[in-house]
């Protein structure tokens, strides 16, 4: 971790701007579904709660495109912070307007102020300067705990580093120690599960992970591309077939990089996108015309937790099926046990994954379950971060 966190600063009685990931799902009525976000963020807060600052926090919420929607209101997030820090978050009405504005003035150390959703201003997004300038006044030091938009230079995530001394937070450090740690310096044998849909959406991580990796599984949609490669029939599972020729040199470099390639030699096939399909299970060789793969089969799951045991450092990415539909999940969770018993270093990549174990129950069972979707994505492809970039060297 080469950048400063909130230890490596004098943050004693000084106002703290901090750039949380609030980004939660709500249901109809704006109730919070899952507060693993907020959650995450708590340990940092209290830090500088001990520290006697005065707090002023600061997210987005949803794709609310520059406009004032009362349904991507932060509302919520006040109320549920509240009772999690067991202390009022007091909110404001907009973001860097009267309201806001005249709450921040009148903090007193130890009070926590949270502004209104970021995005309600279109200026936000476009790293707009004069925005940052305005959201940076609200601080002396400026601390980046989002690490789900550490990937994006937006204005309260990179904008604001031109005007205040800029630290991470313990989230960003903690994700950044362990993605970090796993991908360029980890114990051996690693091993990376990789699933999902698409090769296409992959393609960087799989690139990257290969010049690293012991043994890359691959499951999920994005096996039958490579199926389709070799020369399988798939039926109507989901296939790139502009991407045929990329998965055939997929495969040729990890042969010559002396990585297992793995992917799934049987698989369970439904015939229509419905909870409750007809389905079997097929050699992956022989999918029939008519039927769609949504599961790796039960021979691919003793092979592949054969596999995971030997490993030392495991980094998963992407579900092995339709896990939403139950049927479909036997992979997915199958896997997620196996994982949870295994004594190594284990990493979720974030995203679908993440929501995966979360279901399953076993997300206590993991070293590391990252927050962020698609940073965490182009984290593995070994892409730099705006967000952590901006942030103060040690």
Request: hydrophobic share 45%.
């Given at each position: 971790m080469s950048k400063k966190t909130i230890k490596d600063i004098d943050l004693k009685g000084k106002k703290v701007l901090v750039r949380c990931d609030f980004n939660v799902p709500m249901d109809e009525n704006?109730?919070?579904?899952?507060?693993?976000?907020?959650?995450a963020a708590i340990p940092t807060i209290k830090y500088l709660l001990e520290n006697n600052c005065k707090v002023v926090l600061c997210s987005h919420l949803g794709r609310p495109k520059g406009e004032v929607k009362k349904e991507f209101s932060l509302k919520p997030v006040a109320k549920e912070l509240s009772i999690l820090l067991n202390?009022?978050?007091?909110?404001?009405?907009?973001?860097i307007g009267e309201d806001a504005k005249a709450k921040a003035e009148n903090l007193k150390?130890?009070?926590?102020?949270?502004?209104?959703?970021?995005?309600?201003?279109?200026?936000?997004?476009?790293?707009?300067?004069?925005?940052?300038?305005?959201?940076?006044?609200?601080?002396?030091?400026?601390?980046?705990?989002?690490?789900?938009?550490?990937?994006?230079?937006?204005a309260s995530t990179e904008g604001?580093?031109?005007?205040?001394?800029?630290?991470?937070?313990?989230?960003?450090?903690?994700?950044?120690?362990?993605?970090?740690?796993?991908i360029t310096n980890p114990e051996r044998p690693f091993m990376a599960i990789l699933g999902g849909k698409k090769v296409s959406d992959k393609i960087g991580v799989i690139e990257n992970l290969i010049e690293k990796v012991d043994t890359l599984l691959i499951g999920g949609a994005m096996a039958y591309t490579f199926f389709k490669a070799m020369g399988y029939e798939v039926g109507n599972s989901i296939c790139e077939l502009d991407k045929l020729d990329l998965a055939k040199e997929i495969m040729e470099k990890a042969k010559e990089k002396n990585v297992k390639f793995m992917l799934p030699v049987d698989t369970k096939v439904g015939k229509e996108f419905d909870e409750n399909t007809e389905s079997k299970t097929v050699l992956s060789s022989e999918i029939p015309a008519g039927w769609e793969g949504f599961d790796i089969g039960p021979e691919t799951i003793k092979l592949y937790s054969e596999e995971l045991k030997k490993a030392k450092t495991i980094v998963w990415n992407g579900p092995l099926g339709l896990?939403?539909?139950?049927?479909?999940?036997?992979?997915?969770?199958?896997?997620?046990?196996?994982?949870?018993?295994?004594?190594?270093?284990?990493?979720?990549?974030?995203?679908?994954?993440?929501?995966?174990?979360?279901?399953?129950?076993?997300?206590?069972?993991?070293?590391?379950?990252s927050t962020g979707g698609g940073a965490s994505l182009e984290f593995l492809e070994g892409k730099k971060l705006p967000g952590i970039e901006a942030l103060q060297d040690k």
């Open positions: 704006q109730n919070i579904t899952d507060n693993t976000r907020i959650v202390k009022e978050v007091i909110m404001a009405e907009d973001v150390n130890g009070d926590i102020l949270l502004l209104e959703n970021l995005r309600f201003h279109r200026e936000e997004t476009d790293n707009d300067p004069e925005f940052a300038k305005e959201l940076a006044s609200f601080g002396e030091i400026f601390v980046n705990d989002a690490f789900g938009t550490a990937h994006r230079a937006h604001v580093t031109k005007y205040l001394p800029a630290v991470s937070g313990f989230l960003i450090e903690k994700e950044l120690k362990f993605l970090g740690e796993a896990f939403e539909f139950e049927q479909f999940a036997t992979g997915t969770n199958s896997i997620a046990k196996i994982l949870s018993e295994i004594d190594a270093v284990k990493i979720i990549g974030g995203g679908d994954s993440a929501a995966a174990v979360e279901k399953s129950g076993l997300a206590d069972k993991f070293t590391h379950i």
